[in-house]
Structures are given as C-alpha cells and as structure tokens.
T-cell receptor, first 118, second 110 residues
C-alpha cells in the first residue's frame, strides 16, 4: 500500500518560535495533500488542502499566515506553524492522495506529528 | 453545511457484537468512510460506502442509507485490540475533502 511519512514525529518548542513539519509520499506522487489537526479526545479537523504547485486552500477559521503550507513537489508538503503558542499544541496529521478522476481516490495518512509548545 | 453525529463513547464485552451509528448531513455527498484510530496514531481505513447497503469485510461491516443520511459500523467477535476510536467521515467536494465526525471511543472489556 501507499506510504506517507511525517517528520518529525514529535517536537517540543518554545513559545514564539516556528516549527516546520514535513509530509512525504514515499512510493507515489501525491497531487493533493491535506493537513489536519487533532486535539485530545477530539476528531480530526481539516485545516487546509494543498495542491502541488499552487496555493493551499484553507478551511474557515484557519489562519493562513500562521499555518504556512508549501507543496513544492509531488512528494512533499510542509506545514510551518509560525510564532507558535501553547494553544497550538496538538497532533498534526497529513494525508496524501492522487486525484485520478472518479468518485473518490483514497487518502493515505501519515503517522502524525505531536507538537508541544511550552 | 456539514454535520456528522456519532456517539461519544461505547463499551462492549470481548467476543460480543457492537454497532456504532453515524448520521450525516453534507453537501455534495460522495461517500461515507469509517476509520479506526488508536490513541496517538493516524487513522487507518476500515470501509467506504457510496451505495446503499451493507459492505462486509471480515469482522467489520458497514451499512449506508443515503436517503436517511445514516450509516453504521458493525464489529463482530470483539477483541481487546478493537478498543479504539472509530471515526465516521463523509467526503465532499472536488478535492475529496474528508469531513470527520467527533469519533466514538470504544472500550472492549473482558
């Protein structure tokens, strides 16, 4: 099956610093990647949809200047949390898919990144 | 708008059967998914229904009624390792956006 990796798996940073999270599709080319955030005991909330070579589409309520998304290649998307604060502490998960038409193309999830902001 | 409802928590006994319900109201419906998620891990795909009816896959089955906006996940012969959160998700839009419900935390006890 398709494999998606995330790096780092866990990061602790000081308030006010920026953190970059990488999402890679290892054995397929991902035309679209999605970024989710999950707080404890809550479900996944879609933050943004990222298409290779174009600007990300952010969900309502997600600050695009705070959560910078770059999808420069078909195998890599990055999420940068700028000026992180303790309330940004969360589990960040990416998924990747290749849109080939039809009703649905399966999303493959990365293992997640646990961000803790002190 | 998008709205997906499922129970917050359920408990069941090892070896039993449990049914987790999900109701949804989404625009541009393109299918209903069930995922399993263990704490601190990414979701893993369980099932996908786009047509009405029951899809069976081993110990797991999923049902969809589009007219009622209703789905359920049926888990048979429960095992302790089935203790996890089960996420109902609907897909909509041209970019296959997944909209997740809050998840149902299932606790299986001996």
């Amino acid at each position: 099956g398709a494999v998606v990796s995330q790096h780092p798996s866990r990061v602790i940073c000081k308030s006010g610093t920026s953190v970059k999270i990488e999402c890679r599709s290892l054995d397929f080319q991902a035309t679209t990647m999605f970024w989710y955030r999950q707080f404890p005991k809550q479900s996944l909330m879609l933050m943004a949809t990222s298409n290779e070579g174009s600007k990300a589409t952010y969900e309502q309520g997600v600050e695009k200047d705070k959560f910078l998304i770059n999808h420069a290649s078909l195998t890599l998307s990055t999420l940068t949390v700028t000026s992180a604060h303790p309330e940004d502490s969360s589990f960040y998960i990416c998924s990747a898919t290749t849109l080939m038409g039809g009703v649905y193309n399966e999303q493959f999830f990365g293992p997640g990144t646990r961000l803790t902001v002190l | 708008g998008q709205n997906i409802d499922q129970p917050t928590e359920m408990t069941a006994t090892e070896g039993a059967i449990v049914q987790i319900n999900c109701t949804y109201q989404t625009s541009g419906f393109n299918g209903l998914f069930w995922y399993q998620q263990h704490a601190g891990e990414a979701p893993t795909f369980l099932s996908y229904n786009v047509l009405d009816g029951l899809e069976e896959k081993g110990r797991f089955s999923s049902f969809l009624s589009r007219s009622k906006g209703y789905s359920y996940l049926l888990l048979k012969e429960l095992q302790m390792k089935d203790s996890a959160s089960y996420l109902c998700a609907s897909i909509s839009g041209g970019y296959n956006k997944l909209i997740f419900g809050a998840g149902t935390r299932l606790a299986v006890h001996p």
